[in-house]
């Protein structure tokens, strides 16, 4: 991997054991604390707008707002190629601190409104957004290229396992105390995150990232935005004609999805029983992706593209059967087992991300591919909660399910993808990758 620390000490503390590594502790433990957070912040939202409006459609809408961030991301790739980390990681949680309280003032003041909710959403989300590429560009720069794998395995346990847990806390949570009661919660774990990224040493990076202040002082806005465009031109010419263009397209078309499944969740928890019914799917959701994420650091010597193609199809298969059965506690437990393929596949595209490309140019192909790749979440939320309302919330949910099968039987009928060799043996040959990185 490319890329070079600017002080001795960064060095040796990037080549310690990786739980010893006190920069990735710090961020592992401010990552756990912020995506729990986003996860208490959005069930919460999605559960007030839903009470208030008892409309599935403007729960979508509002899903489709809370997911805006990934139709964005596209824009924070580059700003976390060129500037310090450290002060957006800091900055963006206590901005979501201080923001989020606006809406339990306004419920204790009896004016929380559905209108209200609409307009604090797209604000938090824009702060958020900023975070989306920074995992994959900040680990290789504070762990050895050894411990990827085991790096990206830990933070996708806590960014798609432990904080899905936090959402059926929520959802029990909100059945007891209240959901404004629950987003004054959500304020305090922001702050807590960003103290704990207060503390990280963040090494720089030649050519690509954390350029010198004195730099950035005398840049003007026309040479930023040049640079800008440029940064993002290289990373599309990177991609441009690649397997991961297929790969992105597959992506897409199951966050679509995901979308519609985020939109419906409340509708459908509330058909079961209440919020407490709605956390308990949000909490499946999330301990099958914790299960997947965890298994994925032993499937890293697995040919990927039979993996996807099993696991996916395996995965629309308990997703129907989880809408369909008669039983609640059924529903749960193979709902939750659904979602072991992403949580695994999760983990391999991350590793995957940070072995073929180098260092300085990951922010903006993270930023690309995860635009490209999520921005029918928010798309699939919206069209999700109006198709609810027509064909109503079990067979909207059936449907969503197909996201799953149509991944596994691409998988299956593009040799291209189905001979994808285990991760272990990808480099950039593999996948026609043909660049030239920003570091001479």
């Given at each position: 991997m490319s890329g070079y620390s600017d002080s001795t000490q960064d060095t040796s503390e990037k080549h310690q054991p990786i739980?010893?590594?006190?920069?990735?502790?710090?961020?592992?433990?401010?990552?756990?604390?912020?995506?729990?957070?986003?996860?208490?912040?959005?069930?919460?939202?999605?559960?007030?707008?839903?009470e208030l409006s008892e409309s599935t459609f403007l729960t979508g809408l509002a899903s489709s707002m809370l997911l805006l961030p990934y139709l964005l991301q596209i824009i924070a790739g580059p700003i976390i190629d060129r500037f310090p980390i450290k002060p957006i990681l800091v900055g963006t949680q206590l901005v979501q601190g201080v923001i989020l309280l606006v809406l339990p003032?306004?419920?204790?003041?009896?004016?929380?409104?559905?209108?209200?909710?609409?307009?604090?959403?797209?604000?938090?989300?824009?702060?958020?957004?900023?975070m989306f590429p920074i995992p994959s560009t900040l680990l290789p720069r504070i762990v050895a290229d050894e411990q990827l794998s085991k790096g990206n395995s830990a933070l996708s346990t806590i960014t798609l396992g432990l904080d899905m847990i936090f959402d059926a806390f929520g959802g029990l949570f909100i059945a007891?105390?209240?959901?404004?009661?629950?987003?004054?919660?959500?304020?305090?774990?922001?702050?807590?995150?960003?103290?704990?990224?207060?503390?990280?040493?963040?090494?720089?990076?030649?050519?690509?990232?954390?350029?010198?202040?004195?730099?950035?002082?005398?840049?003007?806005?026309?040479?930023?935005?040049?640079?800008?465009?440029?940064d993002l031109r290289i990373g599309i010419d990177i991609l441009r004609g690649s397997v991961f263009i297929e790969l992105m397209a597959t992506a897409a078309i199951f966050n679509f999805a995901v979308g519609i499944t985020?939109?419906?969740?409340?509708?459908?928890?509330?058909?079961l029983g209440g919020p407490a019914f709605y956390g308990f799917m949000l909490g499946a959701l999330g301990v099958g992706r914790l299960v997947g994420?965890?298994?994925?650091?032993?499937?890293?010597?697995?040919?990927?593209?039979?993996?996807v193609t099993v696991s996916y199809l395996c995965s629309a298969c308990l997703w129907v059967g989880s809408i369909y059965v008669t039983s609640p506690f059924l529903t749960v437990v193979l709902f939750g087992l659904a979602?072991?393929?992403?949580?695994?596949?999760?983990?391999?595209?991350?590793?995957?991300?940070?072995?073929?490309?180098?260092?300085?140019?990951?922010?903006?192909?993270?930023s690309i591919k995860g635009t490209a790749s999520t921005a029918t979440l928010p798309l699939g939320?919206?069209?999700?909660?109006?198709?609810?309302?027509?064909?109503?919330?079990?067979?909207?949910?059936?449907?969503?399910?197909?996201?799953?099968?149509?991944v596994g039987l691409y998988f299956a009928l593009r040799p291209r993808l189905r001979q994808i060799p285990a991760i272990s043996e990808a480099d950039s040959e593999t996948f026609d990758l043909d660049f030239v990185s920003d570091e001479s």
């Open positions: 739980w010893r590594n006190r920069n990735f502790l710090r961020f592992f433990m401010g990552q756990f604390v912020t995506n729990a957070g986003d996860s208490l912040y959005s069930v919460a939202t999605l559960w007030l707008v839903f003032l306004a419920s204790y003041t009896g004016n929380l409104t559905v209108g209200l909710l609409f307009l604090t959403i797209p604000t938090l989300s824009l702060f958020a957004l900023l007891v105390f209240g959901a404004t009661a629950l987003l004054v919660l959500d304020s305090f774990t922001f702050v807590v995150a960003g103290v704990l990224f207060l503390g990280m040493t963040i090494p720089r990076v030649r050519g690509g990232g954390d350029r010198d202040k004195a730099q950035s002082d005398e840049t003007t806005l026309q040479t930023v935005l040049q640079a800008y465009v440029a985020l939109a419906i969740l409340p509708s459908f928890g509330e058909s994420s965890v298994v994925a650091a032993g499937l890293d010597d697995v040919p990927y593209g039979w993996l979602w072991v393929s992403p949580g695994i596949n999760g983990v391999l595209t991350s590793t995957l991300n940070q072995t073929v490309f180098p260092t300085d140019l990951l922010g903006r192909i993270a939320s919206l069209i999700g909660g109006g198709v609810a309302e027509l064909l109503g919330t079990t067979t909207t949910m059936g449907l969503a399910g197909l996201g799953f099968g149509v």
